[in-house]
């Protein structure tokens, strides 16, 4: 028994140690929130899947103009995020008829855009061990 | 980029010729054509003097103008004229007199750009030395082109925005039309065409989608829908029958490729490809017909109207190719050069078998506009400017009358206003500018419609100049 609470806590030890170890979290500070209503729609994306499917998602009820969330990454690496504000809550980002947006948006390192999302290499960053931070302003 | 900002500060210098060398610059208060593309002050206001002849008593009314007044910022100069800030002109018609007014339309283009002391956005034609990011068309909005007025208020409108919503009497900008969901931002083109039941038909084109808008008299949107264009066509303007919309496509398609450093950069010509026309039915918003013209290019059209075998009629100035876009409107921003209007005034037959044929009519010229109660239905006459002065063409002789100012002189478009009760197709006047520039100020002239060669019935000075316009409306008091 003894032996066995022993072992539980050696495994819980060495899994708290390598969770130390790596922490590919970013913390992503969002600023310009316009309205407190809606949801802040949140997405971490690889630079193969830059267009495809997230690797992280995070949706969070807005009840501030700036805010702070975390999402967690699979690994350290380089990605980028792709976010807006979900003012209507109906889940998907409103554009108009030829698909521009009308609901405010944002990426990461605020990479500017033209007619379009930006290229993942102006949004792209990396995320480390440690972690990284990120500070999407709205538009 | 700053090589190219230097040769064009040098070709500016220089000029085009030795002549134009001793013409230094802008400020200079040269009297040339280059008045017209100077910023005038923040605001305006004024009182025309009467110069010869009478206004008619009959003619009271607001005639508002548009056009791009702002040519520089922090020593830089705006590259291409569709992409100067608009500015509002009224000539409040009244009583004998005549008071002018002219505003910049507050939008979110010239904010930003006030507030950063620079120019700021890639627009139609004009990529500034430090552009910004383009998050929607709203953003290079310069709300420069034309005049609706609609609701008691005015809308500045631009090639592909949202319009802009002016008071009528103050001119401030009371902000952008909201149309709402899906149609927030959606382009809007600078020439909706007003029927004789008041309802507003307009299209707007962002690449090869095209909006189709229905708006009731008073704005409110009656139907929209969205077309996909067999080509991703630079298309200005428009024409409705009783039953259709004309959409006329010249092969100056979106195919450029590389990396535009504004709208028209993303257009190239092709001499080797048809002007595509679509016919569109107004109730179902699907295409009925599609006709194919030689390469043309074009701006503006006049009118449109079927007769009974389906036989669609229309006329428009054709050029020869897009050169005013890529290069005329950069040199008359640039000051290097002001040629004279290439268009030829052509009446185009679209019988019902999708065939096509052209005539073209005397003389070059620009600007068309005809009587607004015959938008749609049989016109006869069209009238525009030319080189110097103004002309009616006669559609069905082939004629033009023709009035010149006589040298120093940039005419704008003349506006046809009806006289109240008429049923005469040219009983009415026509309302239109001049700049003068030889004697430095732009003059208000008031024409018989029946009469173009006589002159104008009145004539009056501003005691200013105001830059060059595009397009205006008069509403009758
Ligand atoms: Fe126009």
């Known amino acids: ?139 | 980029m700053t090589a190219l900002t230097r040769r064009e500060i040098g070709a500016l210098v220089l000029g085009a010729g030795v002549a134009a060398a001793a013409s230094s610059a802008w400020a200079k208060t040269v009297a040339d054509w280059r008045l017209g593309f100077k910023t005038p002050p923040e605001t305006l206001d004024g009182d025309l003097k009467l110069l010869e002849g009478r206004l008619p008593p009959e003619l009271q009314g607001n005639f508002y103008r548009v056009g791009p007044a702002q040519f520089e910022r922090a020593g830089e100069r705006l590259g291409h004229w569709f992409d100067g800030d608009g500015m509002v002109q009224r000539f409040a018609i009244g009583d004998g007199s005549v008071r002018h007014k002219g505003r910049f339309v507050s939008t979110d283009k010239r904010r930003s750009e006030q507030t950063a002391g620079r120019f700021l956005h890639s627009g139609y034609g004009f990529g500034p030395k430090a552009a910004a990011e383009l998050r929607r068309v709203d953003d290079i909005n310069a709300a420069n082109t034309s005049i609706l007025p609609i609701a008691g208020e005015v809308w500045a409108l631009w090639e592909g925005g949202s319009p802009w919503r002016v008071d009528a009497q103050t001119l401030d900008t009371r902000g952008r039309q909201a149309f709402t969901g899906p149609l927030d931002g959606a382009p809007f083109s600078a020439h909706p065409k007003r029927g004789p039941d008041g309802d507003v038909w307009n299209f707007g084109v962002l690449g090869r989608s095209c909006v189709i808008w229905h708006l009731a008299p008073d704005g409110a949107v009656r139907k929209t829908k969205l077309i996909e264009l067999p080509a991703a066509s630079l298309m200005h303007d428009f024409a409705v029958t009783a039953k259709y919309l004309v959409l006329l496509l010249p092969p100056m398609h979106g195919d450029a490729g590389g990396e535009p450093k504004s709208l028209v950069d993303r257009y190239r010509w092709h001499a080797d490809r048809p002007l595509q026309v679509l016919v569109l039915d107004k109730d179902t918003l699907t295409i009925q017909r599609r006709h194919e013209l030689p390469a043309r290019f074009l701006y503006h059209l006049s009118n449109a109207w079927e007769d009974a075998s389906g036989t669609i009629r229309l006329d428009a100035f054709l050029s020869d190719d897009a050169t005013f876009a890529v290069k005329t409107a950069r040199d008359l921003a640039l000051g290097r050069a002001n040629p004279d209007p290439t268009g030829r005034l052509t009446a185009i037959t679209l019988p019902p078998d999708g065939g096509a044929t052209l005539d073209v009519l005397p003389g070059t010229g620009e600007f068309p506009r005809m009587n607004p109660r015959r938008v749609g239905s049989q016109h006869r006459y069209t009238y525009g400017v030319i080189a110097n002065g103004i002309a009616r063409w006669d559609l069905a002789t082939g004629k033009y009358d023709t009035f010149s100012y006589g040298p120093d002189t940039w005419s704008e478009e003349p506006v046809f206003t009806p006289r109240q009760g008429a049923t005469d197709e040219t009983d009415g006047w026509l309302t239109t500018t001049v700049l003068n520039y030889g004697l430095g100020r732009t003059e208000l002239a008031v024409f018989d419609a029946r009469r173009v060669s006589d002159g104008p019935v009145a004539r009056l000075a501003c005691p200013y100049a105001l830059p060059l316009g595009f397009h205006g409306d008069f509403v009758a008091a």
Do not use: C
């Not at chain 1, 379009?116 to 949004?123: E, H, L, N, V």
């Open chain 1, 1 to 139: 028994m003894k032996y066995r609470e022993i072992l539980f806590i050696a495994a819980a030890a060495a899994l708290a140690a390598s969770s130390a170890a790596a922490d590919p979290t970013v913390k992503v500070t969002v600023v310009g929130l316009k309205a407190n209503q809606g949801f802040m729609m949140i997405a971490l994306h690889s630079e193969q899947a830059w267009s495809g499917a997230a690797v992280a998602k995070i949706k969070v009820a807005v009840t501030a103009a700036a805010m702070t969330v975390t999402l967690a990454a699979p690994a350290p690496g380089r990605y980028g995020i792709k976010m807006f504000h979900d003012v209507n809550g109906d889940g998907e980002m409103a554009t108009n008829i030829v698909g521009f947006p009308t609901e405010p948006f944002g990426f990461s390192n605020d990479a500017p855009v033209r007619f379009g999302p930006p290229s993942f290499a102006d949004a792209g960053f990396d995320i480390g061990p440690n972690g990284a931070a990120q500070t999407i302003t709205l538009r």
